[in-house]
């Protein structure tokens, strides 16, 4: 099976454009989460889509937002880009059939550099 | 609210030697243990995980983690280290939504450095 694929591998934006970033699953997985990575404040969930619901939130501002498609296909958004929104933007799957006992797999991450 | 401690930024380990590389969690309920590692400008690669059953789990490349109730700990061990092992690594927990929902909290990590 192929693994979870995220486009595009690199961007760079300026302070106050919008972004939007795309993850595709594995095959299957009908869960998909966004996870935010940066040296600071190290790998922070984003939020969590099932069956294009969005079934949990993290703690970031409005800016950020997402949504889910139903081949499972996800995008999330980041609109009027800040400096600190530079980060390494993972992707991650899993199939949503043991709920909480899930395996995630990731994908390699866009990272996303604002100037 | 759930949450993991990786004690360690770094771990220094000569290469055939054996590894640890520590976590210790706080959760209310039973806890859903992940260990992951990354590599440079890679994503998180699984590596074992533990929900339920025998307190040691095996899983990839060698690895296998203890899960210690009494002292809320779930260290990662390999009995001889790679100089391919050098990596981060993160210790992590679920964390279940009323909605059913979850998300994955994880530790800062904890980067090995594998001498040959």
């Known amino acids: 099976k192929a693994g979870v694929t995220q486009t595009p591998r690199y961007l760079i934006k300026t302070r106050g454009q919008q972004v939007t970033l795309s993850c595709s699953p594995i095959?299957?997985?009908?869960?998909v989460s966004w996870y935010q990575q940066t040296p600071g404040q190290g790998l922070q969930f984003l939020f969590e889509?099932?069956?294009?619901?969005?079934?949990n939130k993290g703690n970031f501002p409005g800016r950020f937002s997402g949504r889910q498609f139903s081949n499972s296909r996800s995008e999330m958004n980041v609109s009027t880009l800040e400096l600190g929104d530079s980060a390494l933007y993972l992707c991650?799957?899993?199939?949503?059939?043991?709920?909480?006992?899930?395996?995630?797999?990731f994908g390699p991450g866009t990272r996303l550099t604002v100037l | 609210a759930q949450s993991v401690a990786q004690p360690e930024d770094q771990v220094n380990v000569a290469e055939g030697n054996p590894l640890t590389v520590k976590c210790t969690y706080s959760v209310s309920g039973n806890p859903y243990l992940f260990w992951y590692v990354q590599y440079p400008n890679r994503g998180l690669q699984f590596l074992l995980k533990?929900?339920?059953?025998?307190?040691l789990v095996k899983g990839s490349y060698g690895f296998e983690a203890e899960f210690n109730k009494s002292q809320t700990s779930f260290h990662l061990k390999k009995p001889s280290a790679l100089v391919s092992d050098s990596a981060l690594y993160f210790c992590?927990?679920?964390?279940?939504?009323?909605?059913?929902?979850?998300?994955?909290?994880f530790g800062a990590g904890t980067r090995l450095f594998v001498k040959a």
């Open positions: 992590a927990v679920r964390d279940i939504a009323y909605t059913g929902g979850f998300k994955t909290i």
């Open positions: 889509y099932f069956s294009e619901t969005q079934r």
């Open positions: 095959s299957g997985h009908r869960s």
């Open positions: 533990y929900i339920t059953g025998d307190n």
């Open positions: 991650a799957s899993s199939p949503a059939t043991s709920g909480g006992a899930d395996t995630q797999y």
